[in-house]
């Protein structure tokens, strides 16, 4: 019966364990971060300008229905809130549509691609427009009205396409909408 040498076996083999783990780390580093490490200035402000068109189609369109009606304020930006959120997850939800999927599938998607940038942009937006003195109470035909509410979505575009880059090289977000494509 022949004895073998365990001790050089062991050394081999440990060496090509540790290769083998340092490939393994970076395959599973890359499958973490969903091939989006590193996601550039350019992908998050084209997610941020997608959320931004529905977000302002949906905000608009609420604050002409709501001064039509002779609404006040507060029930104005709850509808002009409420159809940015629908215009600007229904964006989404068509592309992904397009792309295949399910009607519940497409919902989930654009719920976990749409609702962070979207509540970011919508707090900013909103804040701007309410601290800014008379906005609240300009009319559609004012200055003032548009200035508040066009500088509000420039501003929580800046603010929200930092964000839209964190979660996009995290793999959610907009990282969500890519993988349908």
Same mark, same amino acid.
């Given at each position: 019966m022949k004895v073998m040498d365990d001790s050089a076996h062991h050394t081999g083999t440990t060496h090509d364990h540790a290769t083998h783990a340092g490939h393994h780390a970076s395959a599973d580093q890359a499958a973490h971060q969903g091939g %989006? =490490?590193?996601?550039?200035? !350019?992908?998050? &402000?084209? &997610?941020? *300008? %997608?959320? *931004?068109?529905?977000?302002? #189609? !949906?905000?608009? *369109?609420?604050?002409? @229905?709501?001064? /039509? *009606?002779?609404? $006040?304020?507060?029930?104005?930006m709850v509808l002009a809130i409420g159809l940015a959120f629908l215009f600007g997850y229904s964006f989404t939800l068509f592309a992904v549509l397009r792309a295949g999927l399910n009607l519940r599938a497409a919902i989930k998607v654009a719920l976990a691609a749409d609702t962070?940038? @979207? =509540?970011?942009?919508?707090?900013?937006?909103? =804040? #701007?427009? =309410?601290?800014?003195? !008379? /906005?609240?109470d300009a009319h559609l035909a004012d200055g003032l009205f548009w200035? &508040?509410?066009? !500088?509000?979505? $420039?501003?929580?575009?800046?603010?929200?396409?930092?964000?839209?880059?964190?979660?996009? $090289?995290?793999g959610k977000g907009h990282a969500v909408v890519h993988a349908h494509h």
């Open positions: %989006h =490490a590193g996601a550039s200035w !350019g992908t998050a &402000a084209k &997610a941020t *300008l %997608h959320c *931004l068109t529905g977000c302002a #189609i !949906g905000e608009i *369109l609420g604050m002409v @229905i709501g001064t /039509a *009606l002779l609404w $006040g304020n507060v029930p104005t962070v940038s @979207i =509540a970011v942009m919508e707090f900013v937006d909103n =804040a #701007i427009i =309410a601290l800014t003195p !008379g /906005a609240m200035s &508040a509410l066009l !500088g509000g979505f $420039g501003v929580a575009f800046l603010i929200t396409t930092p964000v839209n880059k964190w979660m996009i $090289g995290r």
